[in-house]
């Protein structure tokens, strides 16, 4: 601390205290996103509902004007190359998948990833998982991970499940 203190031309006793209250404030348990459990996890089936049964007017409703669809496929499986960023480019995507696949997704369990609600889907053969970002009760980010590498953790658990 002596050391500290000198780089920063403050006394001792004030750089411990920053450093107390530092630690504190780290190691407050603050979630990143706030959803009411009940409330995510009707938003995420609400949208894979929507998504499988092609109903754009419920997607219309649960996204937010400039929602985000972000997809990692890590160059080994299909993914969108870049974000698609606002509802009207999101439901022309939604609407064109559906015309061309109809229903190929089917959820395995819903789950809640890095503080999000969302689920873990088999899509067209692939293991995929979405989660979404949920603010004023609209979705405002949708992130689907298909990369299997990233995925590899639960892929065994998927066998039990199944």
């Given at each position: 601390?002596?050391?500290?203190?000198a780089?920063?031309?403050?006394d001792?006793?004030?750089?411990?205290?920053?450093?107390?209250?530092?630690r504190?404030n780290?190691?407050?348990?603050?979630?990143?996103?706030?959803?009411?459990?009940?409330?995510g996890?009707?938003?995420?089936?609400?949208?894979?509902?929507?998504?499988?049964?092609?109903?754009?007017?419920?997607?219309?409703?649960?996204?937010?004007?400039?929602?985000?669809?972000?997809?990692?496929?890590?160059?080994k499986?299909?993914?969108?190359?870049?974000?698609?960023?606002?509802?009207?480019?999101?439901?022309?995507?939604?609407?064109?998948?559906?015309?061309?696949?109809?229903?190929?997704?089917?959820?395995?369990?819903?789950?809640?990833?890095?503080?999000?609600?969302?689920?873990?889907?088999?899509?067209?053969?692939?293991?995929?998982?979405?989660?979404?970002?949920?603010?004023?009760?609209?979705?405002?980010?949708?992130?689907?991970?298909?990369?299997?590498?990233k995925?590899?953790?639960?892929?065994?658990?998927?066998?039990?499940?199944?």
């Open positions: 601390m002596d050391e500290i203190a780089t920063l031309d403050r001792v006793v004030t750089v411990r205290q920053l450093a107390s209250r530092v504190r780290v190691q407050v348990d603050k979630p990143r996103y706030r959803v009411a459990r009940d409330d996890e009707w938003i995420s089936l609400a949208y894979l509902d929507a998504t499988r049964t092609g109903d754009i007017g419920t997607l219309w409703t649960i996204l937010a004007e400039g929602v985000r669809i972000v997809s990692d496929g890590g160059g499986v299909l993914a969108f190359p870049n974000a698609i960023v606002g509802v009207d480019k999101a439901l022309r995507l939604y609407e064109g998948l559906f015309r061309k696949y109809g229903d190929t997704e089917s959820m395995v369990r819903q789950v809640w990833i890095d503080g999000l609600p969302g689920y873990v889907s088999m899509y067209n053969g692939t293991l995929q998982t979405t989660s979404f970002e949920i603010k004023d009760g609209r979705v405002r980010a949708i992130y689907k991970i298909r990369n299997p590498d995925l590899a953790h639960i892929s065994g658990q998927i066998g039990a499940i199944h």
